[in-house]
T-cell receptor, first 112, second 115 residues
């Protein structure tokens, strides 16, 4: 069974204080690892897809990296508007449909 | 990417009544849609896979007679919570699948509160 563990569960940063969120995963045959941002009361908003170890993706202050066992979401010089819950998810072999398994998320709060 | 909408965005109903939530794909035809449920401080949990023209596939532990799914067309899937109870209060989100390992796109979610 696919498993995703995210840490920390909550993170409080001062504006400008860089940090990293961790996503450890277990999947038999990774087809894709996804990062989403979720604001309160809203659906997840897609950020990145990573497919293979060593791959990196960047968008503004966010950078996602992938190894064979974990992924990191690096946040450089965060701003208050980066406050949200960041979700990691993996997609394994479809088995007939494309099932995605989510972690519990990291709730990020950036203090001005 | 695929745009997914949901209606209503929030609903309050009395215990014992039924509630229907709609999920629409706005810019593509979806033969498959997914329904998730998210309780406070918990992960998104897949409830079922909605299949156009055939029966939905439910995850283990999800009561198919309680959570009725209908995929009437290539752009509309509905989730009906029958005989709702307070423990069914949750955030329900639908998604369109990504193809070939691409990330799924999610709707805005529906907050259901059963009183």
């Amino acid at each position: 069974e696919d498993q995703v563990t995210q840490s920390p569960e909550a993170l409080r940063l001062q504006e400008g204080e860089s940090s990293s969120l961790n996503c450890s995963y277990t999947v038999s045959g990774l087809r894709g690892l996804f990062w989403y941002r979720q604001d309160p009361g809203k659906g997840p908003e897609f950020l990145f897809t990573l497919y293979s170890a060593g791959e990196e993706k960047e968008k503004e202050r966010l950078k996602a990296t992938l190894t064979k066992k974990e992924s990191f979401l690096h946040i450089t010089a965060p701003k208050p508007e980066d406050s949200a819950t960041y979700l990691c998810a993996v997609q394994g072999p479809s088995g007939g449909y494309q099932k995605v398994t989510f972690g519990i998320g990291t709730k990020l709060q950036v203090i001005p | 990417g695929a745009v997914v909408s949901q209606h209503p965005s929030w609903v309050i109903c009395k215990s014992g009544t039924s509630v229907k939530i709609e999920c629409r794909s706005l810019d593509f035809q979806a033969t498959t849609m997914f329904w998730y449920r998210q309780f406070p401080k918990q992960s998104l949990m897949l409830m079922a896979t909605s299949n156009e023209g055939s029966k939905a596939t439910y995850e283990q532990g999800v009561e198919k007679d309680k959570f009725l799914i209908n995929h009437a067309s290539l752009t509309l899937s509905t989730l009906t919570v029958t005989s709702a109870h307070p423990e069914d209060s949750s955030f329900y989100i639908c998604s369109a699948p990504g193809t070939s390992g691409r990330a799924p796109n999610f709707g805005p979610g529906t907050r259901l509160t059963v009183t």
